[in-house]
């Protein structure tokens, strides 16, 4: 079975610093990995995936992440914040003989002067 | 299209009346996914298709709920006897079989029921 845990639902950060936004995963198999953003009453928007190869993948908007197999997670990074990052953030899993994606809660980040 | 289209972006109803929510999927992707978001929640799996059939109808709370795609395009989401619980976020997203491509978003249907 497939399953995504975010920790952390909310993250507050200063404007140029650090973002860190956990994501780990179970998957039997080797999965296919997903981060969204989504902004107030809008969709969802792909900012970056790992489907096989290089375990560091960068995205959109200066986003990276990094996929660590021994520890089964997908960690969403970007080295200096900006106050247009202010936005909920989904981490997604797909493997398996599975087509779905599951999703996680989901983490909310604040990004302050 | 350039992406994936839902109509309305807005929906209104009165508990107990029926509702359909389109999806208009990129044009040559063959896999089509609904999900309903809560709020604050992550978004949950509904029903998924390949081309016309149903492959994945696990995620469908009740028999209140029902999707078609006749022609492997155009998708519908039909709800009958809405309830207050059925307020959400319906989203929708498009695909080729190849999952690894990744999954195209429309920019949902929020519903609610009053």
């Known amino acids: 079975a497939q399953s995504v845990t975010q920790l952390g639902s909310h993250v507050s950060v200063s404007e140029g610093a650090l973002v860190l936004l956990r994501c780990n995963y179970s998957s039997s198999v080797p999965p296919y990995l997903f981060w969204y953003v989504q902004y107030p009453n809008q969709g969802l928007q792909l900012l970056l995936k790992?489907?096989?190869?290089?375990?560091l993948v960068k995205g959109i908007n200066g986003f990276e992440a990094e996929f660590k197999k021994s520890e089964t997670s997908f960690h969403l990074t970007k080295p200096s914040a900006h106050m247009s990052d202010a936005a909920e953030y989904f981490c997604?899993?797909?493997?398996?003989?599975?087509?779905?994606?599951?999703f996680g809660a989901g983490t909310r980040l604040a990004v302050h002067p | 299209g350039a992406g994936v289209s839902q109509t309305p972006s807005n929906k209104v109803t009165e508990k107990g009346k029926y509702v359909e929510l389109r999806c208009d999927p990129i044009s040559g992707h063959t896999a089509l996914y609904w999900y309903r978001q809560s709020l604050g929640q992550g978004p949950e799996f509904l029903i998924y298709?390949?081309?016309?059939?149903?492959?994945?109808d696990s995620g469908l709370p009740n028999d209140r709920f029902f999707a078609v795609r006749p022609e492997g395009s155009v998708s519908t989401l039909k709800i009958q006897r809405t309830e207050r619980g059925d307020s959400a976020m319906y989203l929708c997203a498009s695909s080729q079989p190849d999952r690894a491509a990744g999954y195209t978003f429309g920019s949902g249907t929020r519903l609610t029921v009053v």
């Open positions: 997604a899993v797909v493997s398996g003989g599975y087509n779905k994606l599951i």
């Open positions: 790992y489907t096989t190869g290089a375990t």
């Open positions: 298709f390949q081309g016309t059939g149903a492959a994945d």
